[in-house]
C-alpha cells in the first residue's frame, strides 16, 4: 500500500521539506506543522516552508519550525500538504521539491493532478489534516498532544468550525479523542476563526460597504483593490473570511470576492451553498479547489474581472 511505502521512504530519509500551497489557510499551517512534528519525533531534519502566513496562527505549537529560506541545498524527500497542484506553491520554494529524491503529497481537493512520487488523495476529506490523522493511524505513529493542537486547527479551519457539508463522523470522533488528550479546542477555535485585527476589520467592513447581489439576489460580490490595501494597511491573512460573508446572506447561493494582487490580477475567491460546483467555475481560469469553495486567478483589469467572473457563474446558476 502507498503508506506502507512512504512510511518506508520516511525511515531511509534524514533530510525532509513540507511545503503547502502559498497565501496558506489553517488547514495548510496545522498540516505542515503536525506533519513536520511527527517527523521530528521519528529523528528526521524536518522543516516547513513558508514566506508568509496569517498572525493568527503564532499559537500552534512547532511554528518556529515555518522558515523563509530553506536550510539545506537539497533534500532526500519533500512532501506536500493540502495542494492540489505543484504549480500552487510559492515559485521560490519549487525547486526543492523537484530536486529532492523522493517527493509525496497528502491532499484532499477533488481535482489533483496527482505530481508526486506518492499521493495520497481523499477527495471527501473535509481537511487535509483529517487525512493525516488518519494516515498516521494506520502507520502507528503517535499523535502527541502538540500534533492534535496542529491537525484539529486545520479540521476546524476547513470545516468552518464543523458547520460545512463535508463533515463526518470521524471528524468529531477525533476532536473530541484530542480532548482527552488536553488539548484546548475552545482556544484553538476562539484564535484560529474569532478574534480578528483592527486591519482586518476595517477590511470587511469595506467589502460588506461594496457588496452588490445579482440574479434575484442568488450571486453576491464584493471587491477590494491594492490602493484599499495600502489605505488600511492590509497584513497577511486579512483577506481571509470576507467571501463566507455573503454566502452567509439569505438567498445567496453564490458568493464571490476578489483582490488586487501586486501584480494587478485579482485573486478571486468562490463559495456556494447548495449545489453549484464552484471549483467548475474557477477552473475556467486556470484555478479549481472544492466543489463548495475554490479560487483563481483573474488576468483583467477590475471591471473586467467582475464581468468575466460573473459570467461563468451565471452559467451555473439555476
Known amino acids: 500500500m502507498t503508506l506502507d511505502d512512504i512510511l518506508k521512504e520516511i525511515e531511509g530519509a534524514e533530510t525532509i521539506l513540507v511545503l503547502a500551497h502559498e497565501n496558506p489557510d489553517g488547514d495548510a499551517i496545522g498540516s505542515s506543522l503536525g506533519l513536520c512534528l511527527a517527523l521530528q519525533n521519528m529523528g528526521k531534519k524536518a522543516e516547513v516552508l513558508m514566506s508568509e502566513y496569517p498572525a493568527n496562527f503564532a ?55 496527482m505530481f508526486g512520487d506518492y499521493n495520497i488523495v481523499n477527495h471527501v476529506s473535509p481537511a487535509c489534516a483529517q487525512i493525516l490523522v ?25 470545516t468552518g468550525g464543523f458547520k460545512n457539508s463535508g463533515i463526518t463522523a470521524e471528524t468529531f470522533d477525533f476532536a473530541g479523542w484530542a480532548l482527552t488528550k488536553g488539548v484546548n479546542v475552545s482556544k484553538i477555535y476562539r484564535d ?46 486579512d483577506h481571509d473570511g470576507i467571501v463566507e460573508m455573503g454566502r452567509n446572506i439569505v438567498g445567496v447561493e453564490v458568493s464571490i470576492f476578489i483582490y488586487q494582487r501586486d501584480d494587478g490580477s485579482f485573486k478571486a475567491s468562490l463559495r456556494s451553498n447548495d449545489y453549484m460546483d464552484v471549483a467548475d467555475v474557477c477552473m475556467m481560469f486556470g484555478g479549481g479547489g ?8 483573474l488576468e483583467f483589469p477590475l471591471e473586467e474581472s467582475k464581468k ?8 451555473h446558476i439555476q
Do not use: W
Open 59 to 113: 499559537f500552534l505549537p512547532g511554528i518556529e519550525n515555518i522558515k523563509k529560506a530553506a536550510s539545506f541545498e537539497k533534500y532526500d524527500m519533500a512532501i506536500v500538504v493540502d495542494c492540489p497542484d505543484i504549480k500552487r506553491v510559492n515559485s521560490e520554494y519549487i525547486q526543492y521539491f523537484e530536486s529532492a529524491k523522493v517527493t509525496a503529497e497528502f491532499d484532499h481537493h477533488n481535482k489533483n493532478s
Open 134 to 158: 488518519s494516515s498516521f493511524e494506520y502507520l502507528h505513529i503517535e499523535i502527541t498532544k502538540d500534533i492534535a493542537t496542529c491537525l484539529l486547527t486545520g479540521i476546524i479551519t476547513d
Open 192 to 237: 484560529s476563526m474569532l478574534i480578528t485585527t483592527r486591519t482586518k476589520f476595517e477590511a470587511q467592513k469595506l467589502a460588506m460597504e461594496r457588496m452588490e447581489f445579482f440574479d434575484e439576489g442568488k450571486i453576491a460580490f464584493t471587491y477590494m483593490t491594492k490602493a484599499d490595501d495600502e489605505k488600511i494597511g492590509i497584513e497577511t491573512g
Open 290 to 297: 472544492h466543489i463548495r469553495a475554490a479560487g483563481c486567478t
Open 308 to 315: 468575466a467572473i460573473l459570467n461563468e457563474v451565471r452559467k
